[in-house]
């Protein structure tokens, strides 16, 4: 990995190792659709000492080293079916879940908690819209970008019609992916951090639970995509 430094930006240190996003999740600043901008920028609007962030920084990434997944490295058919077979199922798998248990807890503690009842209808808000992109992923964007990737092996070039389209999807997912992601940092306000009142029952906890993992596993899943596979078909076109 180039030496660190304040000028890099967020999503390309986090596309050279991935074990960057947990630093960056610690101090709650934004790799997946926030990933264009500096370490320094990224300080600046949290407060954060750059100069230490970046010690960290360097220390989990040294630390680390050995066990990271490198998925920039990874080819653009190995990366669609990555994030297919990975996270579009874990969306598809785990969205009626997360409703059925936010249902409950509104209906069960809204009176006491009506944070909930916002939290439930921010998730039903949003559950549709995801369903709606995954399908516009996967029947329109991955291949296009398939498409380009086997014309540039086969001749070196794409056509300017083609091009226009794929850069035109990817503003459209990537307005999405930020959809997506403040209506699951409203939920994460709302909901204190994911962290549920003391005394709080089985499922009241593992909504929380689940909610956390699922922005976790969004902010992955935006990541791949944005900061990586987006990027390497975009450094196809011509």
């Known amino acids: 990995m180039q030496t660190l430094h304040d000028q890099l930006k967020i999503g390309e240190i986090v596309s050279q190792n991935y074990r960057a996003a947990g630093l960056f999740r610690k101090y709650d600043i934004d790799f997946c659709c926030g990933?264009?901008?500096?370490?320094?920028?990224a300080c600046k609007r949290k407060n954060i000492n750059s100069g230490k962030l970046l010690a960290e920084l360097e220390q989990e990434l040294e630390g680390n080293q050995a066990t990271a997944e490198n998925y920039n490295q990874w080819s653009i058919p190995l990366l669609i079916t990555y994030i297919e077979e990975t996270h579009?199922?874990?969306v598809r798998a785990k969205t009626d879940e997360l409703l059925a248990f936010a249902s409950k807890v509104a209906w069960r503690h809204g009176d006491s908690h009506p944070e909930n009842v916002e939290i439930f209808n921010t998730l039903s808000a949003m559950v549709p819209e995801l369903m709606e992109h995954l399908e516009s992923e996967e029947r329109r964007v991955f291949p296009l970008i398939s498409e380009v990737?086997?014309?540039t092996r086969d001749d070196g070039s794409v056509s300017p019609e083609l091009a226009l389209s794929l850069k035109s999807e990817f503003t459209a997912m990537e307005n999405?992916?930020?959809?997506?992601?403040?209506?699951?940092?409203?939920i994460r306000e709302l909901s204190h951090q994911f962290t549920p009142p003391e005394g709080a029952c089985t499922t009241y906890r593992v909504l929380y639970e689940g909610l956390e993992d699922f922005e976790r596993d969004l902010h992955k899943h935006v990541h791949l995509e944005?900061?990586?596979?987006?990027?390497k078909a975009i450094h196809l076109l011509p």
């Not at 990933?35 to 920028?41: L, N, R, Y």
């Not at 944005?226 to 990027?231: H, W």
Request: charged share 25%; net charge negative.
């Open 35 to 41: 990933g264009g901008i500096s370490i320094a920028e």
């Open 88 to 90: 579009h199922k874990y």
């Open 149 to 151: 990737y086997e014309q």
């Open 176 to 186: 999405e992916h930020e959809s997506a992601g403040d209506a699951m940092k409203k």
């Open 226 to 231: 944005n900061n990586i596979l987006f990027v």
